[in-house]
């Protein structure tokens, strides 16, 4: 069996760490993967990013199912293409995946299905977005409408920052055409908590919660990154939490889907907050995150190749995989200046000392020279561990990062230390 998996981060690295684990293991392609993932696969970098071409060497390769890990390929119609093909796939149709390519799509859908979510005011204009501030008392959230790579959200703590951020945006167009349109939303207190689900549509298999740490520093300070570590423990959420997001926020969102014609298949991720009157739905992603997806498969048992299969075939059985009580952390290793424009080519060295601790060390922006390993890219490396309680896990994954060294390498000293505080 062959099977595809799209992208060339961590998340992806991960996926093919855990496929690897399968009691029939697959011939694994990565598309294009790092220097990481060519200890498990084999990597693809001559074709392009199209989906047409991506679905056209699935079938040429006769692949029996296709893992999207980024959102963009979804976002353009990837899933669609190699449907068309008849090739299984995880992941949702370019219409279900408008969930996350449009922030606007997004909170318009909310209102309409009753989910909770933050009060908002939706701009496609500077004069509108003007309008829309003069509603807000205190900090607002200012949130680009399409895929801006974890980097489109902007907590304004005053007006004037809050102008600055219009102007960014819908001005200098400092994201392109990401953030020529806005949403405005109220600023929600509570703590951020990532709760994903992998879905036929019908049936669901919810995934333990995880939080992660976008701000670039220590303290949730600086600007947003794609994600600065994360850890994944069962006590984030109590089961009676846990009961309302499927009932009010998860299992609506799917109904509200197929009622509009757009049924979801794969990877659904909710970004909520945890507030004194229950949770929010600050966003949805249509895929798994990212660094959410190394904690989480770390600690999974079971086989991930079964389960992913079943999905696709549309009989989905969450009975075949399980976590256990163990905690789980990733540390991100990132380049020089991320999150603006990272260095690259700069040698990592220490990469065998940090696996033999017995952490797994997850690439994610690298590349192999000549034998030796270099950044690539703004996040670099995912050093995940676990322990039988979080403060061991803190303490393995951080043992093991510490071994790892590059010049101008960037890391933040204080993921997990939320759920140390809460327990």
Known sequence: MKVLIVGNGGREHAIAWKLAQSANPAQLLMLPGNAGTTALATNVNSLNSQPESIADFAAEQDVQLVVVGPEAPLVAGLADCLRGKGIPVIGPSALAAELEGSKIYAKGFFKRYGIPTAAFFTAESVEQAEEALSHFDGPVVIKADGLAAGKGVIIAQTKA????????????????AAGRKLVLEEFLIG???????????????????????????????????????AYCDQRILTKQQQDVILNEIILPTLQGLRDEGRPFQGFLFAGLMMTSTGPK??????????????????????DFLDLLQSCAAGYLDPRIVSWGPDPSVCVVLAAANYPGAPRTGDAIVGL????????????????????????????????????????????????????????????????????????
């Open 281 to 302: 739905a600050l966003e949805f992603n249509v895929r798994l995150g990212d660094p959410e997806t190394q904690a989480i498969l770390h600690g999974m048992r079971g």
């Open 161 to 176: 920052e809050a102008h600055a951020a219009i102007a960014s945006l819908m001005k200098q167009e400092v994201l392109g």
């Open 191 to 229: 703590e951020e908590v990532s709760f994903i689900a992998l879905t036929d549509g019908e049936r669901i298999c919810a995934f333990p919660p995880c939080q992660d740490h976008k701000a670039i520093y220590d303290g949730d300070q600086g600007p947003n990154t794609g994600g600065m570590g």
């Open 352 to 423: 065998d000392e940090a696996t033999a601790t017995g952490a797994t060390v997850f690439h994610a922006g690298t590349r192999l020279d000549a034998g030796t390993v270099r950044t690539a890219g703004g996040r670099v490396l995912g050093v995940t561990a676990g322990g039988s309680t979080l403060e061991a896990a803190i303490a393995n994954a951080y043992h093991a990062a510490d071994l790892i060294q590059f010049d101008g390498k960037q890391q933040r000293r204080d993921i997990g230390a939320k759920g140390l505080k809460r327990w």
